[in-house]
Nanobody
Framework: QVQLVESGGGSVQAGGSLRLACAASGYSYSNRCMGWFRQAPGKEREGVAGIYIGYGRTYTADSVKGRFSISHDNVKNTVYLQMHSLRPEDTAMYYC??????????????????WGQGTQVTVSS
């Protein structure tokens, strides 16, 4: 049974930084996408960053490019989202996801099978 547990969310002022972590258990795939998505109230879910495990290839959305980065710790089986220069528009619930298909489209929600419960990020101006 796959479980994804996010941590690291919180409240921060604009310009600040946060690092989200997603610990995966029961997930032993290699050559798969893991990613971070976010959803703000009244808005569609957005793919923020993804990483293709095994290849180490990363993908980031244009809206966060240069500010957010994704990484994966193979030993801990944990994926991280490092967020810098946070803006009020980054306020959302952030979700970790893991794929069972071998698709490279790591920013597409329909690639993913497993989802975490989410962690809230609030950025104040």
């Amino acid at each position: 049974q796959v479980q994804l547990v996010e941590s690291g969310g919180g409240s921060v002022q604009a310009g600040g930084s946060l690092r989200l972590a997603c610990a995966a258990s029961g997930y032993s795939y290699s050559n798969r996408c893991m990613g971070w998505f976010r959803q703000a109230p009244g808005k569609e879910r957005e793919g923020v960053a993804g990483i293709y495990i095994g290849y180490g290839r990363t993908y980031t959305a244009d809206s966060v490019k240069g500010r957010f980065s994704i990484s994966h710790d193979n030993v801990k089986n944990t994926v991280y989202l490092q967020m810098h220069s946070l803006r009020p528009e980054d306020t959302a619930m952030y979700y970790c996801a893991a794929a069972s298909s071998s698709s490279f489209h790591c920013l597409r929600g329909n690639v993913y099978t497993y989802w975490g419960q989410g962690t809230q990020v609030t950025v104040s101006s």
